[in-house]
């Protein structure tokens, strides 16, 4: 119903904050609602809708704010509504962030300071002390060596301290082989076979002046094409000349020994490797490299020809650089912290480095340090006993890693009466692995090594040792057959008749690597000078 003209003509009242009191009227007429009192009860109604805040606004202090809202300004209800709206919510603003100040202590760089918590009690095998491995130090040239006095089974930090090599290769002249091979019977027996395997090897030698392990056509029994390696080859045939006595300068085969030598410095490359491949990872990298600087430096001991030198560092220099920068190890391909030597190659590296001593090639402490750790890595718990690589369970030890790694030892300064030497020693000793020339037995590689371990040891044990052995060797050579290709066997070893151990690899590396490391063996007593005799 609309207003009167009456009640809009008359102004409502405004002189009190108060809401405007109800009027009566009379029954069964309604009655009629002022413009103010509409926007009261439309306010009200808005403010019921709001749920309850969490913080309480009493009713009293409500009213006041809504009525000096509309009496000062006369804001529309919905205006009032949402002022009213945004002083509640800042009013919760407040205390929501008062309360996650403390809870968000991060942020403001409480976790510096240093609390106590209740955090739980780590278990006991992560609270272990982590073990670094590090490598000892080198000993000093000048230190006096001592063995270290330890019970059986005790490991011990022994001194690493290269031997002398001034008198290593003084063995090789005519009287000092004669009185050698006096000292273990059997004299001429060894020399006629050594000559006669040292001219069946001559005869081998191509027109460049190299030797090959799978020469076909030139002696039965070659060894694989996949195993080949003209380096390996040329430097096993002059180390079999050269551990006789043969050089470029002295000797029956000077020509040859001279021709050799020209063919493997002509097969080094800028880097100083002389293996004669140039894909890397070759299993007979290393080996024939190794075996090429032992060669170049024997050369230089014995002859004094200087003009070797230069092609001797670098070999020596590519062995440096090739050594695992942390293990020590060597194996078929420089190595890098992603890799692992292994012992076989190892011997092979250290030797050569050895022998770059015995010519006067420098060669840092550093790398015999770190070969030491690596064979530290691959021996069991005594010392006593090798096996291939880190990674083996160190119970996978064998006659002939044992006999490599314990080499590697008395060069590196071990003493033979150190209770891990005599245990090794002892190993090899033993009636399981007494040599023997026979089907599936037969080993030249392990006796090559076990050789000059027990002549470095020396005593009865040794000679009793080496004449058995060399007895089957010289009984084993072939002293009749053809001298001419493609039958020429005379002089030589055959390498599947019989077969030999796995490990050997003769069948695989064919009649010239097994004549070439047989007489290694036979000259065992005269072609290193016994280690602990030159102290």
């Not at 004299?187 to 000559?195: L, M, S, T």
């Amino acid at each position: 119903m609309a207003d009167s003209p009456e009640e809009r003509r008359t102004p409502a009242r405004r002189t009190s904050p108060a809401r405007p009191s109800a009027q009566k009227v009379p029954a069964g007429r309604k009655r009629k609602i002022s413009r103010e009192e509409a926007a009261m009860r439309r306010a009200s109604k808005n403010v019921a809708a709001v749920p309850p805040p969490l913080v309480q606004v009493s009713e009293e202090a409500s009213k006041s704010l809504i009525d000096v809202l509309e009496v000062k300004t006369s804001v529309p209800g919905i205006a009032v509504s949402f002022l009213l709206h945004a002083v509640i919510l800042f009013i919760l603003t407040l205390f929501a962030v008062v309360s996650q100040l403390d809870s968000e202590a991060p942020l403001l760089g409480t976790w510096l300071v240093d609390t106590k918590t209740s955090e739980k009690e780590l278990p006991k095998e992560i609270r272990k002390p982590v073990k670094v491995l590090s490598m000892p130090k080198v000993t000093p040239k000048t230190e006096v060596k001592t063995t270290p006095k330890v019970s059986e089974g005790e490991k011990v930090v022994r001194p690493i301290q290269p031997v002398p090599v001034e008198k290593s290769l003084a063995g090789r002249t005519e009287r000092a082989k004669a009185g050698a091979l006096d000292s273990v019977g059997s004299k001429d027996a060894i020399k006629r076979a050594v000559d006669s395997g040292i001219a069946w090897v001559v005869r081998q030698q191509r027109a460049g002046g190299n030797w090959q392990l799978h020469s076909e056509g030139q002696y039965p029994d070659p060894g694989s094409r996949t195993f080949r390696t003209d380096t390996g080859a040329t430097a096993l045939a002059l180390l079999a000349l050269l551990g006789d006595g043969h050089t470029h300068r002295t000797g029956k085969y000077q020509e040859q020994v001279a021709k050799g030598l020209r063919w493997l410095r002509s097969a080094q490359k800028v880097d100083g490797d002389f293996h004669d491949h140039t894909e890397m990872g070759r299993q007979s990298s290393f080996y024939a490299h190794s075996q090429a600087v032992i060669a170049i430096c024997e050369v230089i001991t014995l002859s004094g020809d200087e003009t070797f030198r230069e092609c001797a560092e670098a070999g020596v220099q590519y062995l440096l650089d090739s050594q695992h920068p942390t293990q020590g190890g060597w194996k078929y391909m420089p190595q890098d912290e992603d890799s692992m030597g292994d012992l076989s190659v190892t011997g092979w590296c250290l030797m050569a480095l050895h022998t770059a001593r015995m010519a006067g090639v420098d060669v840092p402490d550093e790398a015999f340090s770190r070969a030491s750790f690596f064979m530290d890595q691959v021996a069991d718990s005594s010392g006593a006993h090798y096996r291939y690589q880190p990674s083996d369970h160190e119970t996978k030890f064998t006659p002939a890693l044992t006999a490599v790694g314990l080499l590697g030892r008395q060069w590196l300064g071990w003493q033979k009466d150190d209770i891990a030497m005599k245990q090794g020693v002892k190993y090899l000793l033993d009636e399981k692995n007494k040599p023997e020339w026979a089907p599936g037995k037969r080993n030249v590689y392990e006796w090559y090594y076990s050789a000059q371990v027990l002549h470095n040891i020396g005593g009865a044990e040794w000679k009793t040792w080496y004449s058995g052995l060399q007895t089957q060797i010289v009984e084993a050579q072939k002293r009749r057959g053809s001298r001419k290709a493609p039958d020429d066997v005379q002089g030589s070893w055959d390498p599947v008749s019989p077969y030999g151990a796995n490990a050997e690899y003769s069948r695989e590396a064919g009649r010239l690597y097994l004549t070439a490391l047989s007489l290694l063996i036979l000259e065992t007593p005269y072609r290193h000078y016994p280690i602990y005799d030159a102290e």
